[in-house]
């Protein structure tokens, strides 16, 4: 196989779905948490990854089988994971 085949199988086996997005995320008690979120498929599984405005990694989450979610749903799914987090 040569080189850039390989490299172009890889690269279909990992595509981004949405970017690198900002978001706010509303914590309790009148609290927030800046952070930033991606959403990708590697092969034939789904992950939400989220990152605080350091780029420090926070947590990556993969969605369920067959779960299409739009943007509102993501950033859903970003509150309860951080505060699951904030709660460890």
């Given at each position: 196989?040569?080189?850039?085949?390989?490299?172009?199988?890889?690269?279909?086996?990992?595509?981004?779905?949405?970017?690198?997005?900002?978001?706010?995320?509303?914590?309790?008690?009148?609290?927030h948490?800046?952070?930033?979120?991606?959403?990708?498929?590697?092969?034939?599984?789904?992950f939400?990854?989220?990152?605080?405005?350091?780029?420090t990694?926070?947590?990556?989450?993969?969605?369920?089988?067959?779960?299409?979610l739009?943007r509102?749903?993501?950033e859903?799914?970003l509150?309860?994971?951080?505060?699951?987090?904030?709660?460890?």
């Amino acid at each position: 196989m040569l080189e850039t085949d390989r490299k172009t199988e890889i690269d279909m086996a990992k595509a981004t779905i949405q970017d690198w997005t900002d978001s706010v995320v509303l914590l309790k008690f009148d609290q927030h948490r800046d952070v930033k979120y991606q959403v990708y498929r590697e092969q034939d599984r789904h992950f939400l990854e989220m990152r605080d405005d350091e780029d420090t990694h926070i947590h990556t989450l993969e969605l369920p089988d067959g779960m299409k979610l739009d943007r509102t749903s993501y950033e859903v799914l970003l509150r309860y994971v951080l505060l699951d987090v904030v709660a460890a």
